[in-house]
């Protein structure tokens, strides 16, 4: 007997988990819009330098032009001829050019210096965005994708904070939290006065949006029987995708910061004022000490249910009974250190780190440089939530049919191949290049979906959850460090391109030594995993948990917490729940 015989009895996936799973899930709708916001906060418009404050038009009697030609004598082309230079402008005027046979052999040796008097920024695609309010466009460029690696770092930084508070004071109370964090500092951050202040707004959010998903995420399936776990993680996987589009819609339609800011931060308070209605996990409860809480929630969802029966004979001692062995496996505690300890674990381990890191760093590569391609971003956007569907069904054909390796290497190096074979695709042909892009961002995609769902299986379950908050703390660090190589085409165009397809097929590679799990039985100990997939059996451990601890020294692992096995089911959904961040 375990939790999931409770489950059953109060009504296993009835009213109340109906309720509770669209609850939690609804806030994923507005995750992808948290997490690809500077697409369109930091779009870049059209620009030029600012023609001078004291530019006169008295030589012009003789020349009919206007003001889109009169830039041609401030104003030098780029290297392409085809459009005026973002970044230069001429010393003195060029009237010269003017001329309807003006002669432009010589523009090359005309003297041009920096846009001293500021930029003028086209309205056609946005009103405004961070980077016309601020300028960071030629020299200040690098300022535009900082934000996003800023972001990111909350995000790992939320993961790592807010994991270890959930173990302490639950789910539940650090979710009413997060949800309430992102309402507050993302609203404040359409106020931010400066660049400085809306980048430290951003990292808070990105925290509250780590504590929003790996809580929301544990939270709902602490609740679901077994047997629907993976039917709701995999539904609940399309709200991100969903949310992508929604994006699309709301900046389109905004086409302003400030608004679009306001507008995927402030549903948060609606998600703050009905998260009071969920209850905290009954696991978590009965392993604090607080199992009358857990009873009490165990008897409203039996009411909401319809099984007023069940109340009555649930008592304490009767989910202390069905909990023993959770109860007892929790006072040993395993570390991250196991994770590396035993050959067939390390080698795990490792090969996890590097596909995780690449998935990552390719898929934000190509997600957050829309502009490049040179169709419309707000299709774009939705052209790359389009492409997730049938990119998840693919990868689930795949892992089906194929296994778990088979795909992994297979997704990675196709995604590397289509980056690179972008690069050679001229920038006129752009109908080749959203299709490639496309393309590279489906098997990106399918990469994602099997990752999750691969290392679930790979870990045994007294240490599945801390393996899983262990390989996917690369994943944050991949998708920090994807927006600043962007910066590397200041360089060479094609570098970031090299960069982001060369990481896919490192992975690939890493890839190939991972062991095959398709219909082989779930490790359930480090003993298990050794004696399949490395052939020996790992070095006696002591029963103690491990303190990690180094010439006396404490070496805090942060982002992970293990509950030892009272957790097994949950752990189990592990691989497919996650799949928002």
């Not at 997490?35 to 404050?53: E, Q």
Request: charged share 15%; proline share 4%.
């Amino acid at each position: 007997m375990g939790f999931s015989d409770l489950l059953d009895e109060v009504g296993g996936f009835g009213r109340y988990q109906w309720i509770h799973v669209t609850l939690i899930s609804l806030p994923g709708l507005l995750m992808a819009s948290q997490n690809l916001l500077n697409n369109f906060v930091s779009g870049i418009p059209a620009h030029h330098c600012r023609l001078p404050a004291n530019h006169s038009l008295h030589n012009l009697s003789h020349y009919q032009v206007d003001q889109k030609q009169l830039l041609k004598a401030y104003i030098p082309l780029d290297s392409s001829g085809s459009r005026l230079d973002r970044c230069r402008r001429y010393v003195e005027p060029q009237w010269q050019l003017l001329a309807a046979n003006g002669s432009s052999a010589n523009v090359s040796q005309l003297q041009t210096e920096g846009c001293l008097d500021g930029w003028t920024f086209d309205t056609s695609e946005f009103l405004a965005t961070t980077v016309s309010e601020w300028e960071l466009v030629c020299p200040l460029r690098p300022l535009k994708q900082m934000i996003q690696t800023i972001y990111m770092g909350g995000v790992l930084a939320g993961a790592i904070i807010y994991g270890g508070l959930s173990d302490r004071f639950g789910r539940r109370s650090v979710l009413i939290w997060s949800y309430l964090q992102l309402a507050i500092l993302g609203c404040s951050s359409a106020l931010s006065p400066s660049y400085s202040a809306y980048c430290i707004f951003r990292f808070l959010s990105g925290m509250a949006v780590s504590g929003i998903i790996l809580n929301g995420v544990s939270l709902k399936v602490e609740w679901i029987p077994t047997r629907e776990r993976t039917l709701v993680g995999t539904l609940s996987s399309f709200f991100f995708t969903f949310g992508q589009m929604i994006l699309a819609g709301l900046s389109y339609w905004l086409r302003d910061w400030r608004k679009l800011q306001v507008a995927v931060c402030a549903p948060q308070f609606l998600f703050f004022a009905w998260s009071w209605w969920y209850s905290e996990s009954a696991r978590w409860s009965v392993l604090n000490g607080r199992s009358e809480e857990a009873l009490k929630s165990l008897h409203r969802i039996a009411r909401v249910n319809g099984k007023p029966e069940v109340i009555d004979k649930l008592t304490l001692e009767v989910l202390h009974s069905h909990m023993s062995k959770e109860i007892e496996s929790s006072r040993s505690s395993l570390t991250a250190y196991d994770l590396l300890r035993t050959r067939g674990m390390r080698r795990i381990s490792v090969c996890l780190l590097v596909v995780w890191f690449s998935t990552s760093f390719a898929y934000y590569g190509l997600a957050m440089d829309l502009q490049k391609f040179g169709v419309s971003i707000y299709l774009m956007q939705i052209i790359f939530g389009v492409v997730d569907i049938p990119a998840k069904l693919l990868a689930l054909g795949m892992l089906s049919y194929l296994g778990r390796r088979v795909t992994q290497a297979t997704c990675l190096f196709m995604s590397a191949l289509v980056i690179f074979a972008n690069i050679f695709v001229p920038t006129d042909l752009q109908s080749v290049r959203t299709t490639l892009a496309c393309l590279g961002k489906a098997f990106t995609s399918s990469s994602f979906t099997t990752v999750y769902l691969y290392t679930g299986e790979l870990y045994p379950t007294v240490i599945r959850q801390t393996g899983m908050g262990f390989v996917s703390t690369m994943a944050r660090v991949g998708s920090m460090a994807a927006p600043a190589v962007l910066i590397l085409d200041e360089v060479f165009p094609a570098l970031p391109s090299v960069v982001y397809g060369g990481a896919a097929v490192l992975a690939s590679c890493f890839a190939c030594f991972l062991p095959e799990t398709l219909n082989i039985p779930l490790p359930d100990t480090i003993e298990d995993v050794e004696e399949k997939w490395s052939g020996s059996s790992p070095t006696p451990r002591p029963e103690e948990g491990v303190s990690l601890k180094r010439d006396g020294e404490s070496c805090d692992e942060g982002v992970v917490s293990t509950e030892g096995v009272a957790l097994k089911e949950l752990k189990e959904a592990e691989g497919v729940g996650l799949n928002a961040l």
